[in-house]
């Protein structure tokens, strides 16, 4: 793996005179640890998004393999289907898909180190190798992943960009770290949506909708843009932007994930905070924004960087905490050790 994929410590100045830079954000329904299958779908519309112009196509959390079935694995089950990083046999398949279309590719899947261990990370590739790796920093479907110990800044096309992997963007710490060492673009791979939470309005969607949706699309699209995907979206995504003067890149599945039903939304919001470009496909989608250097400095979330006073805040962000992490939709429902 490339240098370019660790850590940079302290906030880095923006480059002068970057191009624009054109990325796609991908939906898609994945077949659950069926990593062929998933790949020749990657590849698939990867190749319509190379034709679409797109020099960035970003897939969602564990594109690769599946994510919602992996709750139910053993340890052994899930080192089965994890693969070392970079040598692991789907990696090389990403690499040769981003050297075959000539783009920069972004997707997920589960990871075993030299000593066994787990993680789920998100690597970006082009067709030289891994530009980066991500290691989910709030990992939870199922216990026996480790989280990741870092934040993740590289270089892509002359931009500085960032991931941080599905319920790591819940935590506004970590897109602000991120954001201040130096990440205009972030990616945001998740899968979400669409299930049991506290919130009102949330809850799981019919998977018979997502089966009639040809002969009713109405009542799905219904569900898919309320209380119980988009909406609940739109309360936060914006602001991660907006806050940090960065472009998000949101991609998230649509269709079956194991007997969960997701809505897609994958979209691209720049650091106003607007949606720039968003999938609306009741099916597999791409969509395309581009980013532009000149929203990064316009947007107020750069002036309010600007006038921090870390001063106030240093050690009450930095106190003892205890992590406590509840996702109330997994309540009970674990894998075997």
Not at 186 to 195: A, L
Not at 213 to 241: I, T, Y
């Amino acid at each position: 793996m490339r240098s370019a994929s660790t850590l940079v410590y302290g906030p880095a100045p923006y480059n002068e005179g970057m191009d624009p830079l054109r990325i796609a954000s991908v939906q898609f329904e994945n077949a659950s640890g069926d990593k062929r299958a998933n790949l020749e779908t990657i590849r698939e519309i990867t190749a319509q998004a190379a034709a679409a112009g797109a020099q960035v196509v970003a897939f969602h959390e564990c594109s690769i393999t599946g994510y919602t079935f992996a709750r139910r694995l053993s340890r052994e089950q899930l080192r089965a289907l994890a693969e070392p990083i970079p040598e692991g046999e789907s990696v090389e398949t990403l690499i040769q898909i981003a050297r075959e279309f000539n783009v920069a590719i972004l997707a997920g899947l589960f990871e075993k180190d030299e000593q066994g261990r787990l993680y789920k990370p998100q690597i970006c590739v082009d067709g030289s190798g891994v530009i980066a790796k991500h290691r989910k920093l709030h990992p939870f479907i199922n216990p026996n992943l480790l989280p990741g110990d870092r934040y993740t800044v590289f270089d892509l096309y002359g931009w500085r960009c960032g991931i941080l992997i599905c319920y790591d963007n819940n935590i506004v710490e970590n897109v602000r770290a991120t954001a201040l060492l130096g990440a205009q673009i972030i990616f945001m791979p998740h899968v979400t949506m669409c299930t049991p939470s506290t919130r009102p309005g949330a809850g799981f969607v019919d998977p018979e909708l997502w089966k009639n949706r040809v002969h009713d699309p109405s009542a799905l699209r219904s569900e898919f843009l309320g209380s119980k995907a988009r909406a609940w979206l739109m309360k936060w995504l914006p602001s991660r932007a907006y806050d940090n003067a960065a472009y998000v890149v949101f991609s998230n599945p649509i269709g079956m994930d194991d007997d969960q039903l997701k809505n897609g939304c994958s979209m691209i919001l720049d650091p106003f905070g607007e949606v720039i470009a968003e999938c609306s496909k009741l099916d597999n989608d791409f969509c395309i924004g581009e980013c532009s250097e000149d929203k990064l400095t316009l947007a107020g979330g750069y002036r309010y960087s600007q006038a921090r006073r870390p001063e106030l805040y240093r050690d009450v962000i930095g106190q003892e905490h205890k992590s406590h992490q509840q996702v109330v939709w997994m309540k009970g429902d674990s894998a075997s050790e």
